[in-house]
């Protein structure tokens, strides 16, 4: 059974910072790595996504502020968040595709807030 471990959420100011991080167990390539987030009464949307091949997607709504990078060696995505804005707030999920099948992190909250 793989799992997602995230952390790096919590509240901050807008404008400020916070960098997300998401590690699966077990051994096996990620085909691709992932963030979405929900928002309280919203679907769930991507955020952003990067493909073995470092190939990234992201969001109109976050672009040339957030950042999706990740550790093939460590199976670890990082999202990177910058200039935050209160409607960043929400519950960030990250996620992966191994062997053709999709798992997700138990999510966790930011808040941009002042």
């Known amino acids: 059974q793989v799992q997602l471990v995230e952390s790096g959420g919590g509240l901050v100011q807008p404008g400020g910072s916070l960098r997300l991080s998401c590690t699966a167990s077990g051994s096996g390539s990620i085909y691709r790595m992932g963030w979405y987030r929900q928002a309280p009464g919203k679907q769930r949307d991507m955020v952003a996504i990067?493909?073995?091949?470092?190939?990234?997607n992201y969001a109109d709504s976050v672009k040339g502020r957030f950042t999706i990078s990740r550790n093939n060696v460590k199976n670890t995505v990082y999202l990177q968040m910058n200039s935050l804005k209160p409607e960043d707030t929400a519950v960030y999920f990250c996620y992966i595709q191994r062997f053709g099948r999709t798992y997700w992190g138990q999510g966790t909250q930011v808040t941009v807030s002042s």
């Open positions: 990067i493909t073995n091949g470092e190939e990234t």
